[in-house]
């Protein structure tokens, strides 16, 4: 019953900004460790930012400063806040999610059981 699709994946210039939906169906609650990654054709997936149902955050070194991650653990449901964004950024995004597992958040993808469809994000120049 769980099933998470993503939303908001768009064509912006370099420089604008999106913002990413997950919404979370078949829960009441959050997950414990909740994550976005992003892949492009030929590419093994990227850990672009996680959080814990603590409030704690981590982010990959290319996005730091740019891109948020938040919660909204009543509906439920998981956000990206994308600023400044860059060619390179162009990619398929995903949401992740994990009822279980200690410690973190994490950035590796073999942490997430449940995994959304992907909306598309391009940068252009």
């Known amino acids: 019953q769980v099933q998470l699709v993503e939303s908001g994946g768009d064509s912006v210039q370099a420089g604008g900004s999106l913002r990413l939906s997950c919404t979370i169906f078949?829960?009441?609650?959050?997950?414990?460790?909740c994550a976005w990654f992003r892949q492009t054709p030929g590419k093994e997936r990227e850990g672009v930012a996680a959080?814990?149902?603590?409030?704690?955050?981590t982010y990959a070194d290319s996005v730091k400063g740019r891109f948020t991650i938040s919660q909204d653990n009543a509906k439920p449901a998981l956000y990206l806040q994308m600023n400044s964004l860059k060619p390179e950024d162009t990619a398929m995004y995903y949401c992740a999610a994990s009822w279980t597992g200690t410690g973190g958040p994490w950035l590796n993808q073999r942490v997430y059981t449940f995994w959304g469809q992907g909306t598309q994000v391009t940068v252009s120049s």
């Open positions: 959080v814990n149902s603590d409030g704690s955050t």
């Open positions: 078949g829960v009441t609650y959050n997950f414990r460790h």
